[in-house]
């Protein structure tokens, strides 16, 4: 059974950084698409960021791009996602999402969604 479980997130000051993580398991990293997307509230779910599990290939969103960074250890089966100069528009609910395969495009795997999702975990930044 695939489990995606984040953690990390909290309140930080506009300008700040958090590191959010997720641990999974039933899966190996090698075989699949991660990512990390969020919801804000009111809004639509917007993709952030994925890595994918067979190459390394990383793709961001534009509004993210150049702040966040997204990477993986494999041994602990662990995502992180780094946010640095963190704005009041990024809070909202993230969450972490796995897909087998890895066929398809970062932009592809941001607009359609994942296939296995976790709770999430909320980032509230304060102006």
């Known amino acids: 059974e695939v489990q995606l479980v984040e953690s990390g997130g909290g309140l930080v000051q506009a300008g700040g950084s958090l590191r959010l993580s997720c641990a999974a398991s039933g899966f190996t990293f090698d075989d699949y698409a991660i990512g990390w997307f969020r919801q804000a509230p009111g809004k639509e779910r917007e993709g952030v960021s994925c890595i994918n599990g067979k190459d390394g290939s990383t793709y961001y969103s534009d509004s993210v791009k150049g702040r966040f960074t997204i990477s993986s250890d494999n041994a602990k089966n662990t995502v992180y996602l780094q946010m640095n100069s963190l704005k009041p528009e990024d809070t909202a609910v993230y969450y972490c999402?796995?897909?087998?395969?890895?066929?398809?495009?970062?932009?592809?795997?941001?607009?359609?969604?994942?296939?296995?999702w976790g709770k999430g975990t909320l980032v509230t930044v304060s102006s």
């Open positions: 999402a796995a897909d087998p395969g890895t066929y398809y495009s970062g932009s592809y795997y941001l607009h359609y969604g994942m296939e296995y």
